[in-house]
């Protein structure tokens, strides 16, 4: 899981009146883009995410500033810094995620798979490590 996760470059374009990035889902990305949410005013001692998804997969971008995003699958972990406005990095399903280390200007764009559905995230640890637990066969 963690080993899936992976930083992407995306293309850029620019000229003396500024840059542009594009992000195309199933191009640039490898899922449909079905929702687009972003952060902005977290303080750099906050936590967010402190979640996995059952279907959702997602690609995290700072637009601006800079943050850290930690990923688990329960037996791996990895720290990715996004500080560059055209990388992003990709979270597959069923990995738990914490963002955090938020520059007082960072913006972080999260492009997601599918559309929000409460019922769909898993918020505790615990059970997150026993549903991974399970789906690796171990008792």
Request: net charge negative; with cysteine; hydrophobic share 35%.
């Amino acid at each position: 899981m963690v080993e899936d996760c992976r930083l992407i470059e995306f293309p850029q374009k620019g000229d003396d009146r500024g840059h542009l990035v594009i992000v195309e889902g199933n191009q640039d990305i490898p899922f449909d883009i079905k929702r687009v949410f972003y952060i902005y005013g977290s303080d750099k001692d906050v936590i967010r995410g402190r979640h996995a998804n059952y279907h959702s997969e997602f690609v995290l971008i700072n637009v601006a500033g800079t943050s850290k995003v930690k990923v688990d699958d329960g037996k791996n972990r990895k720290i990715f810094n996004l500080d560059r406005p055209h990388i992003g990095i990709y979270l597959p399903k069923l990995v738990w995620k914490d963002m955090y280390d938020f520059s007082e200007n960072s913006v972080l764009l999260c492009l997601a798979s599918e559309h929000y559905d409460a019922k769909e995230y898993i918020r505790d640890y615990d059970t997150y490590l026993e549903i991974m637990s399970k789906s690796r066969g171990e008792k």
